[in-house]
């Protein structure tokens, strides 16, 4: 049953939205005023405004969208309002704990009181250093001194006296005898008023001067007199030590005062508790080694090899102020972003310095801040795949954003644990997080990470494309404008804006849509402005913005052009005329990422008896993905509900993409397939010259694609290239209509009745056209209509029946 489809080709009206440059009010962007707004993007707006605006822990701002589409200049722009806001900033400072030199104290000022707590520390030790030598050179400290050191001296000669004469009265005398380099007080005998030693004693002995009994005496005396020795030097060191105490209290009544003074002047100007007990403790420090303030002695000789002692002020590391954080010249909310997120750079890190010993030392004046504490008050913006990848980053961010403290720890300790006993004390802070990245580690987090959603409960999602209306057409004016002025490059015609507007409307893929990835339209402003540079025109028009997308489209299709160049020399197989069975022309687009582009393949059927049913040779092969085999098996289902009511299908019906070696993925060649196997079941031959690309479902109706302009020129390209016959086209599903938006060339074709384009609503619709057949309609007895396409595919599925059912008998 021959039929003249009365399925009508789309009109070349349709195939493209065009901008008319005179709706658009200007002549050039001269006319126009520049802005900065931000376009096309209301949600994400409002969502990351509220997350900035809210005080609440957890209210971090996770931005989600695609490279390109304004997020981190909408961002910065955003920021930028609340940076004149109102906040009270802190200044963060370390001092030494001379309770525990592990543990630095933390001290929080308010703004700009950190650097003078530092220089007013440093001034106290510079006072120190010259007042207190001062006070021990007064001569009313050193008299003082004097007699005290005089009144001690003399209990030490006169119990030095007392004792000597104790011994004299023995017959002994008190003398100093060399041990080592050390020289100490012994007991000698006198002989004839001279101190002898006791061998000469065993000599006299010997020689008969004094007698046996004598030496035993005289040893026995010594041995007395040495107890006695030991009590008075006992007593000598008592007085030695009370005399120090002396001399510490004459010392501590007059320097306590001053010291006292000095750092009273500081208890007055800062009254925080903390600070307090520091000064205290700094007092203490001070009086205890008062010693350190009296200053080196000059002219000491440099003995070769030896280093020089460190200068003076290095002796007084303790009494320093370390500001990590110093917000005294800050205005405003501090504003953050950081693009180079490794660990030290985001928490800060403890330093290390080789000492004259040659040995790794820290201690609190190397403690650095990283950007969270120097965003303290304020936000911080990091890319999310950034601090995934660095090591630590994300669980020590974690940690400080759930609890509110930072620890600052060295990058080692950080990254591998703690490695040492150094600890500051935590730090409180106050941070909103922004945090850029795409949706894949949004929802990857979200999943796999319980602390995620507490800590980022606001999602700003950027959206690709918005409605095109007459005010976002005229946001996309002001944007180019703004580019023009920014960069200053050459004026836009109003047929340049409308070109621009148009590869806008492309690039979101439906007529109805613009798109935001706004990265993409600067390029081509840019490179449409390099264009007419060398054409030597002063204003850009649409030739240089379709120039521009030409190049650039020229610049990465060198796949695409090896692609074809395969399907031209007939290396890989595809009929642009004539007609065959079970074989039909798919449509089929390759993302490269930077671009998309389409190719026709071969897909045919064979069918015969079985039961295997429909054969996906792909899956079979372990080459097809599951979205493509969920299209394969919704084709058994359309088959089972056509032909099935009457008779099991007894079918074998294998199908394939003919020299595909890389994959097949995706459901918009199910129609296709389909008409492969009606093809091979009824015998009739399908139209070579027309292309089918279409999703379908297994009510036999024809479902949206993707991807449908590339798809179409791909097949175009194809055609051409061999020479347009003038009845060569493509079935694309109706409701992709609205997401046409060809290229020129491919319309000028179809003006002119050298290419067709159809769109279609059911199987049925699509076989007709293909085969020049009627689909046939089922009659109330059951059967199709004669001759048609289903009756013919019916007729053989039955006789299939049959044939296994005498084979089973």
């Not at 041990?179 to 010997?206: S, Y």
């Not at 109805?512 to 850009?540: G, H, M, P």
């Amino acid at each position: 049953m021959t039929k003249k489809s009365s399925i009508k080709e789309i009109p070349p009206s349709q195939l493209r939205w065009v901008c008319d440059p005179k709706s658009l009010k200007v002549k050039s962007t001269k006319d126009v005023k520049a802005t900065k707004e931000i376009i096309g993007q209301d949600r994400a707006l409002r969502a990351l405004r509220m997350g900035l605006e809210m005080k609440h822990p957890g209210y971090n701002v996770f931005v989600t969208g695609f490279s390109g589409t304004g997020r981190m200049t909408t961002i910065k722009r955003l920021l930028a309002e609340f940076q004149h806001g109102e906040v009270s900033l802190r200044d963060h400072c370390y001092v030494h704990n001379f309770l525990n030199s592990d543990q630095p104290i933390l001290v929080t000022l308010p703004a700009g009181q950190g650097a003078k707590l530092q220089e007013e520390m440093d001034n106290l030790v510079q006072d120190l250093l010259k007042n207190i030598p001062a006070v021990f050179e007064s001569k009313r400290f050193k008299e003082e001194r004097k007699r005290s050191m005089e009144f001690f001296q003399e209990r030490q000669r006169s119990v030095l006296k007392d004792f000597e004469q104790k011994v004299r009265e023995r017959g002994f005398e008190v003398i100093q005898v060399q041990v080592g380099p050390l020289m100490r007080p012994d007991i000698a005998p006198l002989f004839e008023g001279q101190p002898i030693t006791f061998d000469q004693l065993d000599n006299f002995v010997k020689e008969g001067k004094i007698t046996k009994d004598q030496l035993e005496q005289m040893l026995k005396e010594r041995t007395q007199l040495e107890g006695q020795m030991e009590l008075m030097l006992r007593e000598l060191r008592n007085i030695e030590k009370k005399a120090k105490e002396s001399v510490d209290g004459i010392s501590e009544k007059f320097i306590l005062p001053l010291v006292k003074e000095s750092i009273d002047d500081l208890r007055k100007k800062y009254k925080i508790k903390k600070l307090l007990d520091y000064l205290d403790q700094v007092q203490d420090s001070v009086m205890l080694d008062l010693n350190r303030f009296r200053g080196a002695e000059d002219n000491q000789p440099q003995i070769p090899g030896v280093p020089q002692q460190e200068k003076e002020e290095d002796l007084f590391v303790e009494y320093q102020v370390n500001v990590v954080v110093d917000n005294s010249r800050t205005k405003g909310v501090p504003i953050i972003i950081e693009t180079n997120p490794k660990f030290k750079n985001i928490f800060g890190t403890i330093e290390r310095e080789i000492d004259r010993n040659g040995i790794w030392r820290t201690d609190f004046t190397l403690i650095k801040a990283g950007s969270l504490l120097r965003a303290d008050g304020g936000f911080l913006v990091i890319n999310a795949l950034d601090a995934l990848v660095e090591p630590g980053v994300w669980q020590t961010l974690k940690r400080t954003l759930r609890n509110g403290l930072l620890d600052i720890q060295p990058i080692e300790g950080g990254i591998f644990g703690t490695s040492s006993a150094f600890k500051p004390e935590p730090i409180e802070i106050d941070v909103k997080i922004v945090m850029t990245g795409d949706a894949y580690i949004y929802f990857l987090l979200y999943e796999q990470d319980d602390d995620f959603k507490k800590i980022f409960k606001v999602r700003s999602d950027f959206d690709t494309e918005m409605p095109k209306v007459n005010y976002t057409i005229d946001k996309y004016v002001h944007f180019i404008t703004m580019i023009c002025e920014d960069e200053k490059l050459h004026p836009f015609d109003n047929k340049g804006l409308a070109s621009v507007i148009e590869h806008g409307v492309r690039l979101a893929g439906r007529q109805n849509k613009l798109s935001t990835r706004f990265n993409v339209i600067a390029d081509i402003v840019r490179e449409a402005n390099y264009w007419a540079i060398k054409s030597q025109d002063n204003i850009i028009t649409s030739d240089h913005v379709h120039k521009a997308i030409d190049e650039h489209i020229e610049r990465i299709k060198l796949i695409e052009e090896k692609s074809k160049e395969l399907i031209h020399e007939g290396t890989i197989l595809i009929d642009t005329s004539g007609s065959k069975v079970g074989q039909v022309n798919g449509l089929s687009v390759l993302d490269m990422h930077e671009y998309m582009f389409g190719m026709p393949s071969r897909i045919t059927a064979k069918t015969s008896i079985g039961r295997r049913g429909i054969i996906n040779i792909e899956r079979e092969a372990a080459m097809s993905g599951p979205i493509h085999n969920k299209g394969v098996l919704i084709i058994s289902g359309y088959l089972h509900g056509m032909y099935a009511h009457n008779k099991p299908l007894t079918m074998n019906a294998s199908i394939t993409f003919e020299q595909n070696y890389g994959g097949i993925e995706g459901d918009s060649a199910s129609s296709t397939e389909i008409y492969a196997v009606l093809s091979s079941l009824a015998n009739v031959p399908l139209r070579q010259d027309i292309s089918v690309t279409g999703s379908v479902n297994q009510n036999g109706d024809i479902q949206p694609i993707g991807g449908v302009n590339e798809k179409i020129e791909g097949f175009f390209d194809i055609c051409k290239r061999r020479g347009l016959s003038g009845t060569q086209g493509v079935l694309i599903p109706h409701q992709n209509k609205k997401d046409l938006m060809l290229r020129h060339d491919v319309i000028e074709a179809v003006e002119n009745k050298l290419f067709h384009i159809y769109a279609i609503k059911s199987i049925d619709e699509g076989i007709e056209l293909l085969t020049g057949l009627y689909a046939g309609k089922r009659l109330k007895n059951g059967i199709f209509e004669k001759d048609s396409v289903h009756y013919l595919v019916d007729q053989t599925l039955t006789m299939y029946a049959k044939h296994w059912k005498e084979l089973l008998a």
